[in-house]
């Protein structure tokens, strides 16, 4: 694809950090396909993706991100702009329906089921962000590519609907065996109800084993879990990486013994197939996981993991663990041949930039 001074393509995101990884793996896919790509958010520029031109700002309060909302469909100059939150479907659509460019809504998350997971969002004071996220999945059905990240989201009808299913880039995983001390890695959003005090406690009960977190941790939980971590019993066994971009939380991941998705069942995880599953299984990580349904089909069928129903249970698998990693090796094994018969080397975010590709070839 040529270039111009207008990006091919422009991600806009008000509620979401450069470094997140479905930006990077949908960055890549159309870089692949020779596509400049314009990404606007939060965090540091420098933890966006490589290659493209990216803007970085703080994440800031409810009115400034109000304001971006309003702002920001405006200063992309991309042919085609695509955006990740519902709050600025409104904005994007009209915009991009007054300069006459195409339109792509990226659904990743079950936003209605999401809300009822997060406290400040019930009653009166989170009437807004249910009205916002009904109306954004009803104008989302009208852009020119609607994309959803699995087939139970909604909108279940659009104009042209492409499911983009989350799966792993193996360009940014490091598969390794197994070194050093026993450790177990979690990569991804940190709060309580995604397992985070239930994966401390599991191993502070398995004393050989320390634990990597890598991911932002939900600011609610920030204090807690800092003054948790720093008690004896788990003092320099539990570590917080913070956000990083996928390639360098994939580093993080090398030589680890196993991983833990310990998902509590909430309305939004329920019905959920967590994209990290299918990246421990791809990176020869044993799983060490909750019960939810989807993601204990997948670990059931690979055999790549052992799924559990308690921090007593999840800490005494890792004691059997250590004690005769023999039982790891299977598992991994297992992993890695799941992932080699189920997950391909092409993505659907490569069909992603194929339809985008479509959407640049075809009329304005």
Do not use: C
Request: hydrophobic letters at 45%; glycine letters at 8%.
């Amino acid at each position: 694809m040529s270039r111009s001074t207008a990006p091919d393509v422009g991600i806009i995101t008000t509620g979401h950090d450069v470094a997140d990884a479905r930006l990077h793996k949908i960055t890549a896919a159309l870089q692949h396909r020779d596509l400049s790509v314009e990404l606007w958010g939060l965090g540091d520029a420098e933890g966006g993706p490589a290659g493209a031109m990216v803007h970085a700002g703080p994440r800031g309060n409810l009115v400034q991100r109000l304001a971006r909302t309003a702002v920001l469909p405006w200063r992309t100059k991309a042919k085609v702009v695509m955006t990740v939150d519902p709050d600025m479907i409104p904005v994007t659509r009209l915009v991009t329906t007054l300069r006459r460019r195409k339109l792509v809504v990226d659904v990743h998350e079950d936003y209605e089921r999401l809300l009822a997971d997060r406290a400040w969002a019930q009653g009166p004071a989170g009437l807004p962000a249910r009205l916002i996220v009904r109306a954004g999945s009803k104008l989302a059905a009208g852009a020119d590519l609607t994309v959803v990240a699995d087939s139970h989201l909604a909108p279940h009808q659009a104009k042209h609907r492409l499911v983009v299913q989350n799966l792993p880039d193996h360009g940014f995983l490091a598969p390794s065996p197994p070194t050093g001390a026993p450790r177990a890695v979690y990569v991804g959003d940190l709060r309580t109800s995604r397992g985070l005090f239930d994966m401390v406690e599991t191993v502070a009960a398995a004393p050989e084993w320390s634990l990597d977190l890598v991911g932002p941790v939900a600011p609610s939980d920030r204090e807690q879990i800092e003054a948790r971590i720093a008690q004896p019993d788990v003092g320099g066994r539990v570590r917080l990486h913070g956000r990083q971009p996928p390639a360098d939380a994939w580093r993080i991941a090398h030589g680890a013994w196993a991983s833990l998705a310990m998902l509590q069942p909430t309305p939004a995880f329920i019905e959920a197939m967590p994209s990290k599953i299918y990246e421990y299984l791809a990176s020869g990580l044993p799983v060490l996981s909750t019960r939810l349904p989807r993601q204990s089909k997948v670990i059931e069928e690979s055999g790549g993991g052992v799924l559990v129903d308690s921090v007593a249970e999840a800490s005494e698998t890792l004691r059997r663990w250590s004690a005769d990693p023999g039982e790891l090796e299977k598992l991994r094994d297992h992993a890695l041949q799941w992932a080699a018969d189920h997950l391909s080397t092409t993505t659907p975010y490569d069909e992603l930039a194929d339809a985008i590709i479509d959407l640049l070839k075809g009329p304005a």
